[in-house]
């Protein structure tokens, strides 16, 4: 295969970057939606527990930084063609998984930013504390907050969709479509 048919190296990167701060994100964020604030301070300590959270919100933060970084690779490179080409069919559910993608990518960071800060929470990213964005309102922020755990499923079921893909490719189908994202 030349490089020619593959995603440019620098878009590669940010794939495989976005797949392992989404992996440590959605871990970190599944636990604390599942233990809540009182339940994740009772099992794991005050400590362990502002980690968590801080740890959640810098991954999260990380994602919508890789993702606009990835918008422009994505729109300066060119994308290179399938060959052998998909069927309608695989075209069309593969690129509607990949632009869904995008959009839930785009939007779930800038969810859970504003539901903390609406929440009167701060928003950090390591020790730094970034502007709010917007002024309290509980009521708002539960209502994000609400948002923000649906979204969190949809991205588990898009990537879960999306991984079930590529290895269908690389494993049964045995064209070059994997070979279009790896690294190496
Ligand atoms: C792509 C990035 C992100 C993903 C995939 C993600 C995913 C999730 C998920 C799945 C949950 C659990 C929801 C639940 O079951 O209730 C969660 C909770 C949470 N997220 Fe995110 N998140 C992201 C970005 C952010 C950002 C940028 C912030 C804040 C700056 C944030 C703040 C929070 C907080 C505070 C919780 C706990 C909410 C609760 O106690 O119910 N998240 N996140
Ligand atoms: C084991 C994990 C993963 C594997 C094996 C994998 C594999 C691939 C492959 C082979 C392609 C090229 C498809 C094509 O022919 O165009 C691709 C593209 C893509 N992948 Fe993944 N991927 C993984 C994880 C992820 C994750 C976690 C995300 C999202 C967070 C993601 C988002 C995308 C997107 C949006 C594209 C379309 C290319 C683009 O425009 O950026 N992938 N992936």
Redesign the pocket.
Known sequence: MHETDRYAYPHRVLHWLVAAV?LF??AT??T???L??EGARDALGMAMTNLL?TA??T???M??GLMIARVVTRSIFVVPLHDPPLSAFQYTLSHGVHALLYLV?LV??V???V??ATGG?P??FFHWTLPPLMGENEALSEQL?TW??WV??T?LVLVALHIAGAFYHWLFVRDGVMKRMSLF
């Open positions: 989404l994100s959605l964020g599944l604390l939606g599942a809540g604030f959270y959640h919100k991954l999260g933060v994602i919508l990518l779930q960071p969810l859970g930013w539901a903390t929470f928003v950090q907050y923000h755990a969190g499923w991205i």
